[in-house]
């Protein structure tokens, strides 16, 4: 089964432009035995939230600051609101969808990440739940994952990055490729002036964008979940943009499009 199944990260930034052929393209891969795992993001709408709750909110290198108060919201925002979104728009399409965050059959098992004085209730992946996916592929629905993290105690709840989670869940899972669907085409750099679409990059010239600052923000969490995945047994990440036609099914045919992690 795992040479049949791939991860999909959607990022919160590109949800809603996801067009329907994205989720078409889902049902016939899942018709065709390629099936998709996904794992969600949903940043801006937990933003957007704890605005209207008028909640605090803030960053600190690219992790939310989460307090008992925050995790509550983004609980509600990511286990909830968007997880069921996509469920619908999945089964809207024709294939059957299961959604779980990580608290559900102990999916994701999580610690605090090393900065929690700083950051709060932000949690790092230690295990991923394998066997509950796979038996959830095996009944024939496409599983959808929203980050929330269970700790070793099975009761405190961490928030985990989304891109993060993702590259857990293609490692664990043993997966061969792990796309990463956002707002961005890929990863740009400019180039003689122009900003452009590198076809791939490796990690070394990852880690010198980053020094440089050509590689910021939310890309972040992405090329450094990707770098972990490469290094490990997933031998394909792709970064596109969700709002490209096709873009499922052009990754999968090796068509070239957005940008590829290679080591
Ligand atoms: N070199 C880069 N190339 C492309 N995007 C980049 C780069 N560095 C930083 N970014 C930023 O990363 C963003 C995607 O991350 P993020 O907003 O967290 O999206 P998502 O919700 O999909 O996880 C882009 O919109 C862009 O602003
Ligand atoms: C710890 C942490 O920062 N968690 C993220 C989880 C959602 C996420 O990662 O969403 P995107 O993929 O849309 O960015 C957050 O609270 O925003």
Redesign the pocket.
């Known amino acids: 089964m795992q040479e049949h199944c791939f991860v999909i990260k959607c990022?919160?930034?590109?949800l809603a432009a996801l067009p329907d052929v994205f989720f078409i393209d889902m049902h016939n891969l899942q018709q065709a035995g390629t099936i998709p795992v996904i794992v969600h993001?949903g940043?801006?709408a937990i933003s957007d939230t704890l605005a209207k709750l008028g909640i605090e909110t803030g960053f600190i290198h690219g992790l939310r600051k989460t307090n008992e108060e925050v995790l509550d919201v983004v609980e509600m925002v990511l286990a909830g609101q968007i997880n069921k979104e996509i469920v619908r728009k999945i089964q809207r399409f024709g294939a059957k969808a299961l959604g779980l965050s990580g608290v559900d059959g102990h999916l994701i098992l999580a610690q605090p990440v090393a900065n929690t004085a700083e950051v709060g209730f932000v949690g790092e992946v230690t295990a991923i739940n394998a066997t509950l996916i796979k038996g959830i592929l095996a009944m024939g629905y496409i599983p959808v994952i929203a980050p929330i993290g269970l700790g070793e105690d099975g009761n405190q709840r961490y928030n985990i990055n989304?891109?993060t989670a993702a590259g857990a869940v293609a490692s664990f899972l043993g997966v061969e490729r792990m796309i990463v669907?956002?707002?961005?085409p890929?990863?740009?750099?400019t180039i003689d002036g122009v900003k452009t679409v590198l076809p791939t990059v490796t990690v070394q010239e990852i880690e010198a964008?980053i020094t440089s600052g050509?590689?910021?923000?939310?890309?972040i969490?992405?090329v450094r979940a990707a770098i972990q995945c490469i290094q490990g047994r997933v031998s394909e990440v792709v970064i596109v943009d969700g709002a490209e036609p096709e873009v499922l099914s052009r990754v999968l045919q090796g068509s070239g499009i957005g940008t590829r992690i290679v080591k």
């Open positions: 990022g919160g930034s590109t993001g940043g801006p989304a891109d669907v956002t707002d961005v890929g990863i740009l750099k964008m050509e590689i910021y923000g939310g890309m969490p992405k």
